[in-house]
């Protein structure tokens, strides 16, 4: 990329953002929504019947799909009462002209961990009831997230992908001569993505707020209203008023998109 | 409530209301920092915190290097985490692994709040962290060392910035998890601020906070930051006073 290209988006970027600033200190956000509102999330669960469990999540006009498969293995060393869950994004050169093909982007680690660490600590699946013989063979999770379109906020879009695709997914214990069951839930966490665009914290940020946003932050909470997982991103900073204030609010949206979207 | 099945016998609290290393629930590991241990880098740091050892480079600013990673209007902060193989009871395999990469993703992130990137257009500055020893906290002790060793490259920052964690064990919030407190615990917060502007540019957590408890905690660790703070700073000082006498040292001679 030459140096003149470089700059002119540069001065566009600048003036994008300024422009986003000044209206969010205005009151409002570039796609008319309040401040704590998210955008329409519909759940299209078992898109993939193949897999164990799978969902497809549009969240506004970001578009995830998220299969699970659940195979034999071999538990850890150090937990041999305990079966096994693996997470995995995939950011498709289909989903935006920024995305390349090749092994997972630093970008792509943090998302999956940070989807991986909302399920794993909120103790979502029950692992240890899915031990087939102690120390020897249990069940493992594989959640595979892939995005399809990328319109901001792939955190939440694959957090609520998974958690939907896990709440529907079965084990097939068929393979080893006993029934199917549904993969044991113990609970259920939403994460909520924040945004801060100038001194303003926006939920579910679309992708033109997410380019100008100086941080982001993320929380997963479960149905106790207890946080479970927290993720701070961008070279940016956050005060202490709002974190808790997204705190509350995360309380707040995960209670409604648990009832509303995931019926539950 | 503890819900950690048969990990939950094990008491990490005892009757007098102190921790498996005699600690209060308050009370931080006991840490050491020390400026400019590098001879071929253009800062470093070395900092002991409880069992941890973490050792760290500064090298730049300098031309950033594939040229596509240049920005023309900042500086890039490259911070590497690693972890030495024998730093942990069982052999790591050598080389970044998926949450070596985010850590130090999430370092650099934070070190760039600090940091005057928009005097250093088009260079990079690279931070080595290397954990010889881990012992729960490395991320924010590095952190923390890699701050002083940043001022010891002479980089120009607005503050310095200050790691610490605070955590969840028997179901109360204390200060600072040791490798088996982290091990057994309920909870982790690890985070850092920078003191001068009480901003938050690192926060993480996993486990189980109530709202009150992450309250708690987060109060927790901003109290122990205004402390490594000074330990910071003492640490610099003390760099400079050595080099101080042993000048004298020479004109005497």
Redesign the interface.
């Known amino acids: 990329?030459s140096?003149v290209s470089?700059?002119a988006d540069?001065i566009v970027y600048g003036l994008r953002r300024e422009y986003l600033e000044k209206i969010s200190a205005e009151g409002n956000r570039i796609d008319g929504r309040k401040f704590d509102e998210t955008r329409q999330a519909v759940v299209n669960i078992n898109f993939v019947p193949r897999a164990e469990g799978s969902a497809e999540v549009r969240l506004g006009d970001t578009r995830v799909l998220v299969g699970v498969k659940v195979e034999q293995g071999e538990p850890f060393q150090d937990t041999p009462?305990s079966g096994i869950l693996t997470t995995n994004a995939e950011m498709l050169p289909m989903a935006s002209p920024t995305f390349e093909s090749g092994p997972p982007s630093?970008d792509a680690?943090?998302l999956?961990?940070v989807v991986d660490?909302g399920i794993?600590?909120?103790?979502m699946i029950a692992l240890?009831k899915l031990v087939i013989k102690e120390a020897e063979k249990v069940w493992v999770v594989f959640i595979d997230m892939h995005i399809l379109d990328y319109d901001g906020n792939l955190i939440d879009a694959c957090s609520l992908g998974a958690v939907a695709a896990l709440l529907n997914a079965k084990v097939p214990a068929s393979k080893i001569g006993a029934e199917d069951y549904p993969l044991p839930i113990n609970h259920v966490p939403i994460t909520i993505t924040f945004a801060k665009i100038g001194s303003i914290m926006v939920a579910d940020p679309n992708l033109e707020e997410e380019e100008v946003a100086s941080a982001r932050?993320s929380v997963a909470t479960?149905e106790n209203?207890?946080?479970?997982?927290?993720?701070?991103?961008?070279?940016?900073?956050?005060?202490?008023q709002e974190?808790?204030s997204a705190?509350?609010t995360s309380?707040k949206l995960g209670k409604d998109i648990r009832k509303r979207v995931l019926g539950r | 409530m503890i819900e950690l099945g048969t990990q939950s016998d094990i008491k990490l609290i005892n009757e007098e209301g102190l921790r498996n290393d005699g600690r209060k629930f308050n009370e931080l590991r006991p840490i050491r920092i020390e400026v400019g241990v590098l001879n071929r880098a253009d800062g470093s740091a070395y900092i002991e915190w409880g069992g941890n050892k973490v050792l760290v480079a500064v090298y730049g600013p300098r031309e950033a290097f594939p040229k596509h990673t240049q920005n023309p209007s900042r500086a890039i902060i490259n911070a590497r985490y690693n972890m030495a193989a024998f730093s942990v009871d069982e052999r790591k395999r050598p080389g970044p692994d998926r949450r070596a990469i985010e850590i130090s993703k999430v370092i650099s992130e934070a070190l760039e709040v600090a940091v005057f990137t928009e005097q250093f257009p088009r260079t990079s500055i690279d931070v080595y962290i290397e954990v010889l020893q881990a012992d729960a906290g490395t991320r924010i002790a590095g952190l923390t060392a890699a701050s002083v060793a940043l001022v010891d490259a002479g980089i120009p920052m607005k503050d310095m910035v200050v790691g610490c964690a605070a955590g969840k064990i028997d179901g109360k919030v204390v200060l600072d998890l040791n490798k088996e407190e982290d091990n057994f615990g309920q909870a982790d917060l690890p985070m850092a601020i920078i003191p001068r502007t009480d901003e938050i540019v690192l926060l993480q957590m996993d486990g189980n906070f109530s709202r009150e408890e992450l309250e708690q905690a987060v109060e927790l660790s901003k109290k122990a930051a205004t402390y490594i703070s000074n330990l910071q700073r003492e640490a610099l000082m003390a760099k400079y006073k050595s080099q101080e006498s042993e000048k004298e040292g020479e004109r005497s001679e």
């Open positions: 990329m140096a470089k700059s540069e009462n630093e680690i943090e999956a961990r660490r794993r600590e909120s103790k240890d932050l479960n209203g207890d946080v479970v997982a927290m993720q701070k991103g961008l070279s940016g900073s956050i005060t202490q974190l808790f705190v509350d309380i």
